[in-house]
């Protein structure tokens, strides 16, 4: 025969129950345990104060005698004697100074005719607005526009017949390009030279060229010479060999 189990005596019936609570009280203590505080308590001696009474300094009251008060000003009196006027008095006339149509200047008075002196401005004018740009020696007779060519060609062929490389400037192996800027002014001289380069030695010489530029035929903006501003560079290059 088989034994029956009585389901009343099974031990592992209600084990998940009780493992819920246990673990439940479990987290109850830890919780309980996080969460106590303590303190620390430190001997604090409580010293006695001890409160004196202020001491108040009397001061003595001087009794100072001050000096009497100044005398009152003395009181002048004045006297105002009356006298009778026996002299007569002679009115002084001001006359009126304005102009009325009696007192009009009577003679016209002549007046010269007034010159009116025109003043020239300086008109500066960059060549390639120029309306008749300069002549150069040799340009003569040509249109405006092979005037404009023959200008620029004259320009290169001056800068090559005068060109000098400095000594100098070889020794040390200076070179590259020099800017130059200057003004063919209203009567057809070189002014106003102005150079800027890799050194002041090749600057020097590149002015050295264009104020050689010999005199030229002035350039004209509306019939009328003016000043003409022309850039040209002049470049410095040597071959090693």
């Not at 009474?53 to 005398?71: A, Q, R, V």
């Not at 008095?89 to 007046?111: D, F, K, M, R």
């Not at 903006?221 to 003409?228: A, E, H, S």
Request: negative net charge; hydrophobic residues 40%.
């Amino acid at each position: 025969m088989e034994a029956k189990k009585n389901p009343q005596l099974e031990i592992g019936r209600n084990s998940g129950i009780y493992f819920a609570i246990g673990l439940n009280l479990m987290l109850l203590l830890s919780w309980q345990v996080l969460e106590f505080k303590t303190y620390e308590q430190d001997e604090i001696e409580i010293g006695i104060v001890d409160m004196q009474s202020e001491f108040e300094e009397e001061i003595p009251i001087l009794n100072t005698e001050l000096p009497p008060p100044p005398p009152p000003p003395a009181v002048v009196s004045e006297s105002v004697q009356v006298v009778e006027d026996t002299e007569e008095v002679e009115e002084t006339i001001i006359e009126s100074t304005e102009i009325t149509q009696e007192t009009a200047i009577a003679e016209p008075v002549e007046v010269s005719e007034v010159v009116v002196e025109e003043i020239e401005e300086e008109v500066q004018v960059a060549f390639a607005v120029i309306e008749e740009v300069p002549v150069f020696p040799g340009c003569e007779g040509l249109s405006k526009l092979q005037t404009k060519q023959c200008f620029q060609k004259k320009m290169q062929e001056h800068v090559a017949k005068h060109f000098n490389y400095p000594q100098m400037a070889l020794d040390m192996g200076m070179q590259g390009r020099v800017s130059v800027v200057f003004i063919i002014d209203s009567k057809g001289y070189i002014t106003g030279v102005r150079s800027r380069g890799p050194d002041e030695i090749l600057e020097k010489e590149a002015e050295r060229i264009i104020k050689k530029i010999p005199q030229m035929k002035p350039g004209k903006q509306r019939g009328k010479p003016v000043k003409v501003t022309y850039a040209i560079p002049i470049f410095f290059k040597f071959q090693e060999g």
